[in-house]
């Protein structure tokens, strides 16, 4: 027996730590991904499951990081976030969102990407035997962190039904009596659905009435096409009372290795964020903090960016619907996510999973599979491309081997 097998906490699963033989889906499709490789080295494999951007950073981003990178007085630790980012993150909200009277100093605080502010947020906010409330499918960090703190977590399905909102009036009455937080997320992940006004105007008085903290959840909350315009949830009346609004550089200005983000809302859930954060790490780099407030600066880069993936879509749905699927574009988000086929051939499927390692296996196309709300599948227009007419290439590749399974819905 190892010193430390015995001495984990009960949270990671304790004695049981490290034996569990459940595979996490992530896991299960990059293990098809190398078998289908293996098998077939020959031959490119598509991947529509990739949730990160396929551009680097801009230019301008780049250069900004080189030239702050070496001076003297960026080398201190930035703890909570230097004033540069926090104005910039301010302004930003404004023009970008239309949210005005945003404090930089009380209003707004730095975080080493999204995933860590989403991750403390239950410290600040959680005591044992209280729930958070969160839409399923979608990211599990705040979740997560709430079981570690002996909270409870009640997922809210997130169904085609009622366009992928979660639906309130489903929560049972001795939840809600202890319900703290309410995580929400959109435009969102996995569904590509975004969010309107009333939606927005409908939590404010739920979180209102039930004493409930929101989270926003918003790193693709630019990443808009059609028509529709960004929406922050604190451009609603009330919204700043009740929530706050997590925002991340990752995905609108393809800095996802940066780690780069923030946190805005009421100035006292802000504080305690920052009080958690100042206790678990020392801030962003500063040089990365001031390459951010030139992106922050520059809206304009997202916006080539979802000129791209608005194109991409339009090419991968044409496809997706010529070969069976029952798809519409998304107006946010580099996802979109479609009902599973129940076979191919004479193949059945039991879920989405089955289906997405069947088509890696069967024709090297990587998609990932969602079971948590009926059977789906999330393709991202986030896939390798040199250029636009290579995008037509690989989505026409795509299309190619997708006729040839004879898909089933």
Same mark, same amino acid.
């Given at each position: 027996?190892?010193?430390?097998?015995?001495?984990?906490?009960?949270?990671?699963?304790?004695?049981?730590?490290?034996?569990?033989?459940?595979?996490?889906?992530?896991?299960? $499709?990059?293990?098809?991904?190398?078998?289908?490789?293996?098998?077939?080295?020959?031959?490119?494999?598509?991947?529509?499951?990739?949730?990160?951007?396929?551009?680097?950073?801009?230019?301008?981003?780049?250069?900004?990081?080189?030239?702050?990178?070496?001076?003297?007085?960026?080398?201190?630790?930035?703890?909570?976030?230097?004033?540069?980012?926090?104005?910039?993150?301010? =302004?930003?909200?404004?023009?970008?969102?239309?949210?005005?009277?945003?404090?930089?100093?009380?209003?707004?605080?730095?975080? $080493?990407?999204?995933?860590?502010?989403?991750?403390?947020?239950?410290?600040?906010?959680?005591?044992?035997?209280?729930?958070?409330?969160?839409?399923?499918?979608?990211?599990?960090?705040?979740?997560?962190?709430?079981?570690?703190?002996?909270?409870?977590?009640?997922?809210?399905?997130?169904?085609? &039904?009622?366009?992928?909102?979660?639906?309130?009036?489903?929560?049972?009455?001795?939840?809600?009596?202890?319900?703290?937080?309410?995580?929400?997320?959109?435009?969102?992940?996995?569904?590509? /659905?975004?969010?309107?006004?009333?939606?927005?105007?409908?939590?404010?008085?739920?979180?209102?009435?039930?004493?409930?903290?929101?989270?926003?959840?918003?790193?693709? /909350?630019?990443?808009?096409?059609?028509?529709?315009?960004?929406?922050?949830?604190?451009?609603?009346?009330?919204?700043?009372?009740?929530?706050?609004?997590?925002?991340?550089?990752?995905? /609108?200005?393809?800095?996802?290795?940066? =780690?780069?983000?923030? $946190?805005?809302?009421?100035?006292?859930?802000?504080?305690?964020?920052?009080?958690?954060?100042?206790?678990?790490?020392?801030?962003?780099?500063?040089?990365?903090?001031?390459?951010?407030?030139?992106?922050?600066?520059?809206?304009?880069?997202?916006?080539? %960016?979802?000129?791209?993936?608005?194109?991409?879509?339009?090419?991968?749905?044409?496809?997706?619907?010529?070969?069976?699927?029952?798809?519409?574009?998304?107006?946010?988000?580099?996802?979109?996510?479609?009902?599973?086929?129940?076979?191919?051939?004479?193949?059945?499927?039991?879920?989405? %999973?089955?289906?997405?390692?069947?088509? $890696?296996?069967?024709?090297?196309?990587?998609?990932?599979?969602?079971?948590?709300?009926? &059977?789906?599948? =999330?393709?991202?227009?986030?896939?390798?491309?040199?250029?636009?007419?290579?995008?037509?290439?690989?989505?026409?590749?795509?299309?190619?081997?997708?006729?040839?399974?004879?898909?089933?819905?």
């Amino acid at each position: 027996m190892s010193y430390f097998e015995d001495k984990i906490a009960e949270r990671l699963g304790g004695k049981q730590f490290g034996k569990s033989t459940t595979i996490y889906k992530f896991e299960i $499709i990059k293990r098809a991904k190398a078998r289908a490789r293996a098998a077939n080295p020959n031959v490119e494999l598509i991947d529509m499951g990739v949730g990160e951007p396929d551009w680097a950073a801009d230019p301008g981003v780049v250069a900004k990081l080189a030239e702050e990178a070496g001076k003297p007085e960026n080398r201190w630790y930035a703890d909570n976030g230097i004033p540069e980012f926090q104005e910039a993150a301010a =302004r930003y909200m404004e023009k970008v969102y239309g949210v005005k009277g945003l404090n930089p100093a009380e209003n707004i605080c730095h975080g $080493i990407g999204s995933k860590p502010v989403l991750a403390m947020l239950p410290i600040c906010f959680v005591n044992p035997g209280e729930v958070l409330l969160t839409t399923v499918p979608g990211y599990p960090v705040t979740a997560t962190y709430t079981k570690y703190l002996g909270g409870e977590v009640h997922n809210l399905p997130l169904l085609e &039904s009622n366009s992928f909102f979660p639906d309130y009036s489903t929560i049972p009455a001795d939840v809600l009596k202890r319900a703290k937080m309410l995580y929400i997320n959109y435009p969102n992940n996995p569904t590509g /659905a975004v969010a309107t006004v009333d939606f927005f105007k409908k939590t404010v008085e739920f979180a209102r009435q039930n004493g409930i903290i929101v989270v926003h959840d918003a790193p693709y /909350a630019a990443l808009t096409y059609d028509g529709y315009k960004p929406l922050s949830f604190l451009s609603v009346e009330g919204a700043m009372e009740v929530g706050v609004e997590v925002h991340s550089l990752s995905k /609108a200005f393809n800095m996802t290795g940066w =780690r780069i983000g923030f $946190i805005a809302g009421e100035a006292h859930a802000v504080k305690a964020f920052a009080t958690v954060k100042d206790n678990t790490d020392s801030g962003q780099f500063r040089a990365i903090q001031k390459a951010a407030v030139y992106a922050l600066n520059h809206p304009e880069i997202t916006e080539k %960016t979802s000129a791209k993936y608005s194109r991409r879509f339009d090419l991968l749905i044409a496809a997706l619907r010529e070969v069976g699927f029952d798809i519409n574009k998304p107006q946010g988000s580099f996802f979109c996510y479609t009902k599973s086929p129940k076979g191919a051939g004479s193949r059945t499927f039991k879920n989405a %999973t089955e289906f997405s390692e069947f088509l $890696i296996e069967s024709c090297l196309i990587s998609t990932v599979p969602w079971d948590d709300a009926g &059977s789906y599948v =999330r393709f991202s227009v986030t896939f390798e491309a040199k250029d636009e007419a290579d995008e037509k290439r690989v989505v026409a590749e795509m299309k190619d081997r997708l006729k040839k399974l004879n898909l089933k819905f």
